[in-house]
């Protein structure tokens, strides 16, 4: 696992707004869908990298990095390990400040390629629970419903 510290994590979070997410998956079942949409619902822009589909979660999709038209912060990879080395170049070659692999997503080229440039990397960690432990949300599913609370309601 990563060893960057909740210092460097929660900067991270602060500061990457628009978060490419390549590999995200239209099913919404899968962990990809799962995550983006609860970084959408943080108020994250998200930026799907996926040549199979038009639209995720209401935005455009884009068949590869280099297609997004503006600027992204963050590259959220959700591909195999041997996968993610060109990645690191593209979000390297678009300006991207952070290469974020997702659980089971641990590539040390690409996270070396990626620290080299400058980029923040993070590596075999989940944004969304990252994101939830760090700044609350996270509950014994993994999702903060709402529902039970230790908080009085207002009249």
Known sequence: MDATDDATLRRILRECRTIAVVGLSADWNRPSYFAASYLQGKGYRIVPVNPKADVILGERCHA???????????VDVFRKPADVPPIAASAVAIGAKCLWQQLGVANAEADALARAAGLDSVMDRCVKIEHARLFGGLHWAGVNTGVISARRRAA
């Open 64 to 74: 590869r990095l280099e297609d997004i038209p503006f600027a992204v912060d963050m």
